[in-house]
């Protein structure tokens, strides 16, 4: 018998954000995965290849490409395939859309950590850049953060404009650097290669959470930030070494690798440690996260179906 595919629709019609982001929390009691990547390049076009094996949940790989310049042609920047294993037969159980784990894993994520790190109280979340990662941040922190008011940022405002006619309770700003100050959780969900939020800009309390980095040449943010806040990434196995937003301070001298607090397997150390702390957070996208997705998204599919 063939493994079914699993459409992007079909994966989307059985995702709860908050029962992802417990099964996030849950996979990491599991022990811990055994993880490889292999990454290619040529200039800015990158492809990557991730697997992972956590004992008691299953195997995954996931392909993907990712061209910048496909979104000047009006074609999709990232592309790719997901494939989930059996834990106990080694047995292909699914293919499912790549696009479907990339939404859901990476928004879910982030807001785990926020859930954690962020002030129960925040009141207003800031998301730069408005892609493919800016609404599922959208969707996501709408649900775990149901009180706070969404603003976006990005460079050019047609894209802001086009994502507010799906999110109509969703508002734009021109001004980053006021709105990153009045911001209580603030999202990065750009593919730049220089730090768009200045460590100078941010005040007590606050929650910045970085996404969008995925390279040795990329980061989001600048050294300040990372000495001023408490840090923590989502693995350490999957950041340190791989990320510029964490290895370029490491290499550097600007910040050390005990500065960095915990990962999501000592979940239990994601707290402030004052209202007044700034708390950060690398989100590194790690296969582990992409299987345990996959397999949420495989048994509420069955369920389904």
Known sequence: MSAPFISFSEAEAVIDWNELTEALKEGHKFPKAKIGDTFLYRNEDTFLVRSAWIDG??????????????????????????????????????????????????????????LNLARKDAKIILIIGAGTVGKSLIEAFGVGFPDAKIIVWNRTSDSAERLITKYPNVNITTDLKTSVRKADIILTATMTSESIVKGDWLRPGQHLNLIGAYRLDMRETDDLALQRGQIYVDSFDTTIGHIGEIESPLKTGAISKSDIIADFYSLDRFKRSTPETITVFKNGGGAHLDLITAKYIWDRWRIKN
């Open 57 to 114: 949940i299953g195997l995954v790989t996931k392909s993907a490409t990712v061209f910048p310049q496909n979104s000047a042609k009006g074609s999709p920047v990232i592309n790719g395939a997901v494939n989930l294993f059996c834990d106990k037969s080694g047995t292909l159980e699914a293919l499912i859309d790549f696009h479907a784990i990339t939404k859901f894993k990476t928004a879910s994520d982030s807001l785990l950590a926020a």
